[in-house]
Each structure stands twice: as C-alpha cells, then as structure tokens.
C-alpha cells in the first residue's frame, strides 16, 4: 500500500524471516466480509513488483525512535522518515524452554509439530482458541487428551451450544475428505537440511494463514482416525519429565474410555502432566496452543511507548503510537481508540491486513497533511473461517462481548448441517454465529450495521420458514 501511495520513496521491509507472507485469492464476501489465502513467497516477488521496495532480512536488535533510526541484527543501521512496527505476536507457551512443550505460531513451529507427531501415541493439547480447534480436528491415528479452562471448546468463536453441535464431528470415527487446499507451498529454503534446534523455536517466524494445516499431514502411529478426550475447567498444574515422574510415585491415568472407570497407565511416557483437577496423563509431548502476546520486545527498550493491558502498542484511531511518527498495526498493537459499539479487537489474519492497509493510508494522509476517515472495516467485527469443514462467520458482539445481562439470544439449530445464534440488545441485532452454509450473513450484517428496531419480528426472524433475506432486501 505504502509503495503504491509513494511511488519515488523508498520503502524498506525489514523481516527476520527469508519469506514474505502475502495475501492472494482475496475475496470480499460481503461489505465487511472477506476471505483470502495466506501464502509464503520469495521476497523478491515483492521487490520485482513494487521497483521502491527493498527488503532486508534481518531482525530488529534497537529502536532509537528520538534519532529516527533502527538497527537491526546484522549490525546496519536505517534511518527513517515514518515508521509501522507490525511484528505480530509470539506464542504464549504454558512452560518455557521446556522441550515437550510445542508452541505452534508460524510455519516453522507447524513443521516441528508434524515431525514429532508421526512418533507419537498420545499428546495432550492446551488451549481452547482457532489453532486448538482444527489441531484437534485434524489429527488422526494418535490419542488426544485435550484441556481447555472453559466449560465448551471453541469459546474465542462459539458459545457452549455451537460447540455441542460441532462435538460429533470430533468423535466420528470417519475422516471426511477435506476440500482441495489449492496455494501454493513455499518452505524456508534450506530447512530440511539444517535441524532446527528446539530453542529455535523463540525465533519469530510468519504467522500461520487461516488454512494453515492443509498439505500437513497430521498423522501419530496408530491406525484408527479419531480419539479425543476433552478435560474441561483445567488448566496444567505441572509438568514432569519421566525420571521426576518416577521418583513422584504417583500414579497417570489411561486414555479415558466411556464404558470403565479410568485405570492407572502402565506404560511410560517421556513426559506427564498433572492437571489442576488433580488428574495426570503420560505424553509424547505436549502443545501449547494458549494465545498469543504482542512481540513488543525489540522495541521498548529506550522509548517510552504507552503500552495496552494485554501488552501491545497503543495506538490511536490512525494508527499512531505515542511516539512521533511511528505507527502499529496487526498483533502488535492494541486498539485504543474509542470502538464502534459492534466492533472490538481479536488477533486475526483479517484484522491484521485491514490494519495494515489502513496504517499505510493513515501514514500517506500524515505527510501529506491530509484528513482521513476511520477505515469502514472498523465499524462491524466480521470474520469467516472454517472449522471441522463447517463454514463458520461471526459477526458484531458474536459472544455478547461487554452487553452485561442486558441482552437476549435466539437460536436455530439443525443437527449435522447448520447453527444460527443471534444476540439482540432493546430490539436490535449486535452480533451473530452462523455455522454451516446458512446464507445469512449479508442480511444480518445489514440488519447489525444499521441497528433497525427488531422487536416486531420477534422469534420469527429465525423462522426456516421465513425468507428473511428477500424480506430485508
């Protein structure tokens, strides 16, 4: 955007990482939705493209915001007149440099996931987000024990109803044919060759795409697909490694079946861990699919940024941090401007590009002395993913995020094809899960984004029977 806005500017894009992520097959679904893949390229696409592009692969060591410079690993320094510190966000992992432990974030750390799972006979999964969600779904042939703090999974996108209606998908036994992945794989060159060691995964790497897992392949030893135990309400009290383990005397739990009381395990495991519910399972190894944090590191040291709760830069409604001509944008940042009533912030591919995009339109605006209007993506949370093969969109305050008791929710389920929930607030739509091909959310997206008394319609605005689309055409 920026090489576009300054055509005879330069314009450096420093990475740690020899790959850039780009954005193709893009898609604007609806006015505020759109879908697109993520794909790894050669950095020299971009500069081939963009001739005021240069890419330097280097990591950032300093930030020296009061002379307008950076220095970066390799011992360069640059100087700039505008800058946008878009460096994401590293994974929360529950232990560090513990070597069970995997963190999965970026390409790299999926790549040392799926050698260490064609070893493996039972792993044990933390964290109840996206990533946790399709890691689960998409392993076969190895036992799952699965610990989320919440009651249901999926509580990031769903309520405990939508995940009662994805939960059968996760103990068929039958693995569905997923669709055709069709973008294009770009690896770090090299990779195979050279181990990377398990501290490297501290390194920053790129920020997995939405549809990250195709063309892995997910698969443990055994020969059956699915096998999953979820511990609900739980969070990992301790980790042990087998020789601590041994010397605890304690005794680990089977794999949970339905029918028996749980048995004390025989085998030995290279890794155990106890749960805060008291119970403790053997391992291959453990992942941790926690969240993730603002990569703020690198650029504290010496400025005085205004830094947000959950850790990131805090920047204004263009964008702007608290200090002199640098921006934020993507994971990096925290949103603190004052919202629309139906948006709010969530670390997400889709958010990052539109922050992107309208960071560098901001920082255009700026030097040119111009005014500029809050971007139209800010004015609606909506978002598009697949999960277990569902098509799933969320829209506005999906979860009644901050509407206190003061709402009410509708729902329409048909088993095995769709779930619709609404949450209404005095009348008006604010938000909306829509599982499954339902059509729906060019409509509600309208009916939240202009806030149109609802009341008369009462229950029958979920009616099957009713063709709300024509009706609100």
């Given amino acids: 955007k920026l090489a576009v806005e300054f055509p005879s500017e330069d314009i450096f894009l420093i990475t740690a990482s020899p790959v850039i992520k780009a954005v ?44 307008h410079k950076i220095f970066t690993e390799d011992g360069k320094e640059y100087i700039y007149e505008k800058l946008c510190l878009c460096a994401g966000a590293k994974p929360k992992l ?19 996931f799926q050698k260490n799972l064609a070893q493996a006979e039972r792993i044990v999964v933390v964290g109840n987000g996206g990533i946790a969600l399709e890691l689960v779904y998409e392993i076969q ?17 769903f309520d405990a109803g939508a995940a009662e209606f994805l939960i059968p998908k996760l103990t068929a036994e039958e693995q569905e044919t997923p669709i055709e992945c069709k973008r294009t794989k770009y690896t770090t060159e090299g990779s195979e060759e050279k181990e990377r060691s398990t501290s490297a995964s501290d390194k920053p790497g790129s920020a997995l795409g ?11 030893t055994k ?3 699915h096998k999953v135990h979820i511990e609900i309400l739980c969070e990992v009290k301790k980790i ?27 085998v030995l495991w290279p890794v155990y861990v106890e749960l805060t519910n008291g119970k403790i399972y053997g391992c291959n190894f453990i992942v941790s699919a926690t969240g993730v944090v603002p990569n703020v590191k690198p650029f504290l040291d010496g400025n005085n940024f205004a830094v947000g709760e959950d850790g990131g830069l805090k920047v204004d409604k263009h ?33 990052a590009r539109q922050m992107g995009w309208y960071a560098a339109k901001c920082m255009a605006a700026d030097t040119l002395g111009e005014p500029i209007d809050m971007d139209f993506s800010f004015e609606l949370f909506a978002h598009v993913t697949k999960f277990f093969n569902y098509k799933v969109v969320v829209l506005g305050k999906y979860n ?27 009348g008006r739509m604010m938000g909306a899960v829509l599982i499954g091909e339902t059509d729906l959310e060019e409509t509600f997206e309208n009916l939240i984004l202009n806030q149109m008394d609802l009341s008369s319609y009462g229950e029958d605005l979920l009616n099957p029977d009713i063709d709300i689309e024509d009706y609100f055409d």
């Fill in 210 to 220: 939405p549809d990250w897992h195709e063309g892995l392949h997910l698969k443990g």
């Fill in 94 to 112: 529950i232990f560090e440099g513990n070597p069970y432990v995997l963190g999965i974030r970026d390409t790299d750390s999926a790549q040392a």
């Fill in 24 to 67: 193709t097959n893009f898609k604007q679904v609806s006015k505020t939705l759109e879908e697109f893949d993520v794909e790894e390229q050669p950095s020299s696409l971009l500069e081939n493209r963009y001739p005021n592009i240069k890419v330097i692969q280097s990591g950032v060591k300093q930030l020296k915001s009061d002379e």
């Fill in 240 to 266: 042990y490694i087998q020789e601590e383990f041994i010397q605890l005397q304690r005794t680990s739990l089977t794999f949970p079946k339905e029918e028996k009381n749980v048995e004390p395990d025989e």
């Fill in 319 to 351: 964008m702007h941090t608290s200090l002199p001509d640098v921006y934020a944008a993507g994971d990096i940042c925290t949103a603190s401007w004052e919202p629309s009533p139906v948006w709010h912030q969530m670390r997400l591919w889709t958010q």
């Fill in 400 to 426: 009644a995020q901050g509407l206190g008791l003061d709402h009410e929710l509708m729902l329409r389920c048909t088993k095995g094809q769709e779930y619709v929930k609404v949450v209404m607030q005095n």
């Fill in 223 to 225: 020969e059956f697909s």
């Fill in 141 to 157: 042939g190895c036992e799952v024990i699965w610990a989320i703090k919440d009651k249901a999974i999926g509580n990031t996108f």
